[in-house]
């Protein structure tokens, strides 16, 4: 599972940079391969559907298979609910949606994301049942503070983005469904970056992967790092092509790096 997961997560951030994009979100229409007659959901109840199953695969771990004699495996859990239930929150409250998704791209992000999450817990279960030795190097708490910043820096430009498509939205008429909905972010890290979400966001797994210290963990990590950073280029990438005026020294995902 550890090779698997790195493969898949890896090869999709390959197909962002090449230009075959997951359709969702701005990347909605771009070759998709989408059925004319395929079942479509609004953005926010495709997002429901995407992180409600991993959600609630964390929450059981947590709350039926608590293992409190194991401090490692109820960090990790309560990680992976805190993480999931954020996206829910978000969802509900916070992001704003202009568009839809195919129902068929949702249930599949929605069965990858439980897939990872269950084999996670899964993992961190068999340390526990085949009686492991602890890591010699702990690195529990410095995982426990990377996942709270990461997803801290996660949420805050989830919001600052959230008042970008507020404010976008209220522009007139004239203008063209995509001028209306997307304008270049700004504030936070966005001065620098086109995706610091995503960048916290790997923070975040980092975080996890230090509180788990499992070869999944980090191999989930790596692979997601690799999604990331590609469609953090295709974003990137994206707004260079629609603003004529888009600053050159604005990265794709680390400040003056990449």
């Not at 390959?14 to 909605?28: A, C, D, N, T, W």
């Not at 429901?48 to 960090?75: G, M």
């Not at 068999?126 to 820096?153: A, M, N, V």
Request: aromatic content about 16%; hydrophobic content about 40%.
């Amino acid at each position: 599972m550890s090779v698997f997961s790195f493969v898949v997560l890896s090869n999709g951030g390959i197909s962002e940079v090449r230009g075959k994009h997951m359709p969702y979100s701005k990347f909605l229409n771009y070759n998709s391969g989408e059925s004319p007659s395929q079942i479509h959901v609004s953005g926010r109840r495709g997002m429901q559907i995407a992180y409600t199953p991993a959600f609630l695969a964390a929450l059981t771990s947590l709350v039926f298979f608590p293992r409190y004699h194991d401090f490692r495996y109820l960090l990790v859990s309560s990680a992976l609910t805190i993480h999931f239930l954020k996206r829910l929150l978000e969802v509900q409250f916070v992001h704003k949606y202009s568009g839809g998704m195919g129902l068929p791209i949702a249930v599949r992000i929605s069965l990858s994301y439980l897939l990872y999450t269950a084999t996670m817990i899964y993992t961190q279960h068999q340390t526990i049942t085949q009686g492991l030795p602890e890591p010699p190097i702990d690195l529990k708490f410095p995982g426990i503070l990377l996942f709270l910043f990461g997803i801290s820096g996660n949420f805050y430009h989830h919001y600052l983005l959230s008042t970008m498509r507020s404010s976008s939205s209220s522009q007139s008429n004239s203008k063209s469904n995509d001028d209306k909905d997307y304008k270049i972010p700004r504030g936070g890290l966005f001065e620098l970056v086109v995706c610091p979400h995503y960048l916290f966001e790997i923070i975040g797994f980092v975080g996890v992967s230090c509180i788990s210290q499992t070869m999944y963990a980090f191999s989930f990590t790596v692979g997601s790092a690799f999604y990331l950073t590609g469609r953090s280029y295709a974003t990137r990438r994206w707004y260079l092509s629609k603003f004529k005026h888009f600053p050159q020294t604005i990265k794709a995902l680390i400040p003056y790096l990449l």
